[in-house]
């Protein structure tokens, strides 16, 4: 039976999936610029490493009731041959295969919202909640059809770190009810965005995940990110490490997750929940690193990593790679390859 890997993600208490082929990349939402004369649903234009991306609201796009934009939503950058679209999602959860049999492409009466027909392919069911698959070509044919040029100026707008910081007094806001706090972590994310061969050869960039812990920013190399998931029904293992937390199903493969904020002396409360996981790969090594929050993906250039500070040197110092900005604090980059592969993370350990 065919089946295919979606992106699975949400918008309100809704889940829609997109195939996960079509996913570029995907980033927290920045500060974007607004088009003039554009439809309801181009929430605006953003410039990410030298091309400038057209960014949908897929809530008015679906003809669903906007919600106020918020810093933890994202943008999930679909390319199709030489065409791309950003499309914006409230929260990004996992990756699900999905065979063939269990879409459903006559779903009439089986919403409990009012979706247009051709912007889906089907609908499926994911631990008995309803997951909209959507129809990618829609996208893109939307964006072909009803996007209007962008001008010289609007282009400017989205163009440089100076004019981005003046954007919001050049040109209406695209978040007009945002906090002082909040521009700054959108203008923040949109100048990370903006890497240019100009000055830097982009190859040369470091694509991070930042990850929160406690009250701390970690960074964790792309490249052995193998997916981000929600933890749940974890089966504790007996006679383990602490570190070990226990089994959980993902997909039908047993991972195994753990937790490193002993190893990293980060101060954790009661309060402290950690429902999310990052995925991580290190040759046949794979575990999930159970996290408070997964705060964004960057891109740094070398000259931005600097040497651990010493006021944060001790046992751990091993497992850092340095430390860079992160919105108006620090993170520490951990070399978690190192971590595993030296036994940082040992599970398998003998009990007397």
Same mark, same amino acid.
């Given at each position: ?33 607004? %088009? ?16 400038? *991306? ?89 964006? &072909? ?18 004019? !981005? ?5 050049? &040109? $209406? ?14 203008? &923040? ?54 570190? %070990? ?11 195994? !997750?753990?937790? %490193?904020?002993? $190893? ?13 996981? %990052? ?35 001790? $046992? ?15 993170? $520490? ?11 940082? *993370? ?7």
């Amino acid at each position: 039976m065919d089946s295919q890997s979606y992106l699975i993600f949400s918008l309100g208490d809704a889940r829609y999936g997109v195939e996960a082929l079509l996913v570029q990349e995907l980033f927290f939402l920045p500060q974007l610029t607004p %088009v003039v004369e554009a439809p309801p649903a181009i929430a605006g234009i953003v410039r990410v490493r030298g091309e400038i *991306l057209s960014v949908i609201n897929l809530e008015r796009f679906l003809r669903c009731k906007p919600r106020p934009y918020s810093i933890t939503d994202s943008v999930i950058v679909l390319a199709q041959g030489d065409r791309r679209v950003g499309i914006l999602v409230h929260q990004v959860h996992e990756i699900q295969t999905i065979s063939a049999d269990q879409v459903v492409t006559d779903w009439a009466g089986r919403s409990p919202i009012s979706i247009p027909t051709a912007t889906l392919t089907g609908v499926t069911q994911i631990n008995d909640q309803l997951v909209f698959l959507l129809n990618a070509a829609s996208l893109f044919g939307y964006l &072909h059809a009803s996007a209007p040029p962008v001008s010289s100026s609007e282009q400017d707008l989205s163009g440089d770190a100076e004019s !981005l910081s003046g954007s919001d007094r050049a &040109h $209406s806001y695209f978040f007009p009810e945002a906090t002082p706090e909040e521009r700054e972590i959108f203008l &923040h994310r949109a100048k990370n965005l903006l890497y240019q061969t100009e000055t830097q050869d982009a190859s040369q960039l470091i694509p991070l995940a930042v990850i929160g812990l406690g009250n701390e920013y970690f960074g964790i190399e792309l490249d052995i990110v193998r997916e981000f998931t929600d933890v749940r029904q974890v089966t504790p293992i007996p006679c383990c490490p602490a570190h %070990v937390v226990g089994n959980m199903n993902l997909r039908g493969e047993i991972l195994t !997750l753990v937790d %490193v904020r002993p $190893s990293l002396s980060v101060v954790t409360t009661a309060q402290t929940t950690s429902d999310q996981a %990052v995925v991580l790969q290190v040759e046949d090594i794979i575990v999930g690193l159970q996290v408070d929050e997964v705060c964004d993906v960057v891109y740094l250039h070398p000259s931005d990593i600097k040497p651990v500070p010493n006021a944060v040197r001790n $046992s751990t110092e091993d497992y850092l790679k340095g430390s860079a900005p992160y919105q108006t604090a620090m993170m $520490s980059i951990l070399d978690l390859a190192k971590f595993l592969s030296q036994g940082g *993370l040992v599970v398998d350990e003998e009990v007397a």
